[in-house]
C-alpha cells in the first residue's frame, strides 16, 4: 500500500479483555516499529523488527504485551487482560533503512481506551 | 536515560513571522536528529531531519543542529494559520530506535 495502514482505528476495551492491534507496513520496508503515545506526550518506543526478527523489545512495558511479525511484513501488537494504564494511541511505523537512523513512517494510530 | 527536552508552549506568533522551536539532548553520542509534525488527532509525520552541525534548509523550515551544545532547533519562516501543531523532536544514537521529547505546540494566530 502507500502508506502504513493501522487497524483499527479505535479501540474500546472492557479492563481484562484481551486486544490485538494491527499494523501492515509500507511494501518492502525491512524495519517496524510499534510505539505508544500517552495524551500529551511524545511518542515511547515499545518493540522494533527487521523483517521477522524482533531484534529490540525492551520498551514492552510488561509480560501483557506481545507483538510479533511472522512473515516480516504483518504485524500484531497484542496486550493480555488490558488495564487502564494502557489507554493509549499506539502507533506502528516503518523504514527502508535499518533501525531509526533514517526516520520513519507512520501509520494513523490505534486510539485504545480501557474502561 | 537518554532524554530530549522540549518547552511544552503553546508557544504563540502572529502569521508570517518567524517560529523558533527547541530541544535539548542528553545523549553525547547521538548522530541523527529528527523533527517531526503532528497535528491534533493525527499521527507524526516527518518534516526534517539533520546529522551534521549547522543549517540544513527545506523550504520555510530549517533545522539547526549544535553537536557540542546537545541543541537542535526548527525554525519556520513566514508561519502560515496552517503550521499550528505540535511540532516533536527525536533523536537516534545510531541504535534501533527514536527517542522523543514531548513536543512544543505552536499556535500561528491570523
Known amino acids: 500500500g502507500a502508506g502504513v495502514s493501522q487497524s483499527p482505528r479505535y479501540k474500546v476495551a472492557k479492563r481484562g479483555q484481551d486486544v490485538a492491534l494491527r499494523c501492515d507496513p509500507i511494501s518492502g520496508h525491512v524495519s517496524l516499529f510499534w510505539y505508544q503515545q500517552a495524551l500529551g506526550q511524545g511518542p515511547e518506543f515499545l518493540t522494533y523488527f527487521q523483517n521477522e526478527a524482533q531484534l529490540d523489545k525492551s520498551g514492552l512495558p510488561s509480560d501483557r504485551f506481545f507483538a510479533e511479525r511472522p512473515e516480516g511484513s504483518v504485524s500484531t501488537l497484542k496486550i493480555q487482560r488490558t488495564q487502564q494504564e494502557d489507554s493509549a494511541v499506539y502507533l506502528c511505523?516503518?523504514?527502508?533503512?535499518?533501525?531509526?537512523?533514517?526516520?520513519?513512517?507512520f501509520g494513523s494510530g490505534t486510539r485504545l481506551t480501557v474502561v | 536515560q537518554k532524554e530530549v527536552e522540549q518547552n511544552s508552549g503553546p508557544l504563540s506568533v502572529p502569521e508570517g513571522a518567524i517560529a523558533s522551536l527547541n530541544c535539548t539532548y542528553s545523549?553525547?553520542?547521538?548522530?541523527?536528529f529528527f523533527w517531526y509534525r503532528q497535528y491534533s488527532g493525527k499521527s507524526p509525520e516527518l518534516i526534517m531531519f539533520i546529522y551534521s552541525n549547522g543549517d540544513k534548509e527545506d523550504g520555510r523550515f530549517t533545522a539547526q543542529l549544535n553537536k557540542a551544545s546537545q541543541y537542535v532547533s526548527l525554525l519556520i519562516r513566514d508561519s502560515q494559520p496552517s503550521d499550528s501543531a505540535t511540532y516533536l523532536c527525536?533523536?537516534?544514537?545510531?541504535?534501533?530506535?527514536?527517542?522523543f521529547g514531548t513536543g512544543t505546540r505552536l499556535q500561528v494566530f491570523p
Open positions: 545523549d553525547r553520542g547521538s548522530q541523527s
Open positions: 511505523a516503518s523504514s527502508t533503512g535499518i533501525g531509526g537512523g533514517y526516520g520513519y513512517t
Open positions: 527525536a533523536v537516534n544514537d545510531n541504535t534501533d530506535k527514536l527517542i
